[in-house]
């Protein structure tokens, strides 16, 4: 979805098969998860950087989301991303 502003926002509830507390977005841009803002991890840019090592330096935290019952739970305690932004949903789109 493209939002007024011209961001591209990914909305997870596309995803049919899964409920949204197993998901995990990571992206570099935290508007791309920002309707589930509670599913997204940001990461760094990578731009044709072959000694990127960003998912490695995550890999504890993935490993720990994995035994988790609710990732968002988990990653909201964490991340503290969607009290940082405090925006609603009609205010980013």
Aim: glycine share 4%; hydrophobic share 40%.
């Amino acid at each position: 979805m493209e939002t007024q502003n011209g961001f591209f926002i990914k909305d997870l509830r596309i995803i049919q098969n899964r409920p949204l507390k197993d998901i995990i977005m990571v992206d570099n841009l935290v508007h791309s998860f920002g309707l589930q803002i509670n599913n997204g991890i940001p990461i760094l840019e990578f731009i044709n950087n072959k000694s990127d090592r960003e998912l490695q330096g995550m890999e504890k935290m993935l490993i720990e989301l994995s035994t988790k019952e609710d990732v968002r739970e988990h990653l909201e305690e964490r991340m503290r991303l969607k009290t940082m932004l405090e925006v609603s949903e009609s205010e980013f789109l």
